[in-house]
């Protein structure tokens, strides 16, 4: 990992403010998402113990830390994949009876997952319309669905017609996205999006998806191993080793090489 060009002092002490204005205006407005006392593991071992998180309104949340630390396990709790065996998942502060991926997708959480989890032999435009049907959205409000994502991810256009195997890695990542994008979700969870794209394609990709979190303040918990990348878009960072938070922070804080060696 690169040291990073901090900038002047005054420009990183402004960076640091207006991170920290970020974090403070979106504790104020509550937590969308949130997980207490969660107990998850896979074969009578445990992955979270008593674990505690939560992902507040309008901001993009990074989750970092050393392969299997949990950070995918909790994702996937989140949204249902995985069973718990304890605790609470609560949505706008009220605890769900059952986590359950479809029920969480009509209540405006999306996931995309870790992988890409696209069909290759479908069409982009298949794929998109699976997505609208699975994602419960009326069929005279489809043309509008699919035309938004579109402006929002306008290279898809590029390869609608294209079957997902014939696609780059990027250009399947968008499709990903994009299939996220279509329940027009206020909480966006994302697993470990950059694997297999370059420093400067992940970010490309990310980009405009941070552009349409601060025009519509839809939060967003981000599961990445490309820490450098991921901090340029966050608002505030956790960091997980073995089942727990280590550390919390605002991305300012965890600025250089050294002081991320020192939690991993």
Known sequence: MNTPDIGTPDAASGAAATAAATATAAAAAGHVLQGRGLVVGYGGR????????????????????HNGAGKSTLLKT???????????????????????????????VSLVPEGRGIFPGLTVAETFRLGLWSAGVAP???????????????ALGQFYRRR????????????????????????LLMDEPSIGLAPKLFQDLLQPIRQLQQDTGMAILLVEQNVRQALKISDRVIVMKSGAIIREALPAELDDNAKLMELY
């Open 46 to 65: 445990p992955v979270l113990r008593d674990f505690d998180f939560g992902l507040r309104r309008g901001e993009v949340l990074c989750l970092i830390g």
């Open 78 to 108: 989140l949204f249902g994949l995985v069973p718990r065996q304890g605790g609470d998942i609560l949505l706008d502060g009220d605890a769900l009876d059952a986590v359950e991926p479809r029920r969480l997708t009509e209540a405006g």
């Open 164 to 187: 997902a195997g014939t696609l780059s890695g990027g250009q399947q990542q968008m499709v990903s996205i994009g299939r996220a994008l279509l329940s027009r979700p206020r909480c």
């Open 140 to 154: 005279g409000e489809r043309t509008a669905r699919l035309d938004w994502v579109m402006s929002v991810l306008p």
